[in-house]
């Protein structure tokens, strides 16, 4: 994540769609790994939050972010939507890299159930190549493999040269372990993975019910 991209209109997709996740599993802790990478400069990040039909706190959230442009301004999530979960940002700002990756994504809770969202500038690594913008699939499996069967794993996941179904199959392939669903809009998908496939239908239960009020699609499994 860069903090150009603070309060666009894929934040908003992205903060109400968790907001709405953990609060409807009854979790107690929303872990964020922010992945952290150097702005460019560039034009992303730019598009207003009501590109995305959240929830008016949820934009008013993102218009906060904006305003701040703190990594730290993210803890007040749930004061603002009046959810009673907590956040934690895991190493904070900390910037990742190919070469720290290992440490990165060590000190893991392995006792709470938690819902750890992984926010790479791009998502999952592609085919050939890997880069500070991705997240691994070996990240994945040392994640899954310090945490409780009841944590789940969210990846972002930026649109791709192929469909979203079509992109999920082949994330699902390189899974090393672990149980799968995802939940798309535009061009921005959620993957989620958990060891336990009972913790899985229950997000897929909870996609539906979100499905069912804003314009996203569910990919099942």
């Known amino acids: 994540m860069k903090l150009q991209y603070l309060g666009d209109s894929k934040d908003s997709f992205k903060w109400d769609y968790h907001d709405f996740l953990v609060s409807e599993l009854g979790y107690s802790l929303f872990n964020i790994a922010l992945m952290m990478t150097p702005d460019d400069g560039g034009n992303d990040g730019k598009t207003h939050p009501s590109a995305f ?95 409780s069967s009841n944590t789940i794993i969210s990846i972002f996941q930026h649109h791709r040269r192929k469909s979203f179904p079509g992109d999920f199959a082949r994330i699902k392939e390189r899974i090393e372990f672990g149980c799968a669903t995802a939940i798309y809009w535009h061009s921005l998908m959620f993957v989620l993975i958990s060891k336990s496939d009972k913790v899985i239908m229950q997000v897929v239960a909870a996609n539906r019910k979100y499905a069912a009020i804003n314009p996203v699609t569910v990919i099942a499994r």
């Open 53 to 147: 039909p959240a929830r008016d706190e949820v934009i008013e959230f993102c218009h906060y972010l904006r305003k701040n442009r703190s990594i730290d301004s993210i803890k007040v999530l749930p004061q603002k939507t009046g959810a009673s979960y907590q956040i934690e940002l895991h190493k904070n700002g900390q910037y990742i890299s190919n070469s720290n990756r290992s440490e990165y994504f060590s000190g893991l809770n392995s006792v709470v159930r938690q819902v750890m969202f992984l926010d790479p500038d791009n998502g999952f690594e592609p085919e050939k190549s890997i880069t500070e913008k991705h997240v691994s699939y070996k990240d994945i499996s040392s994640i899954l493999e310090q945490v």
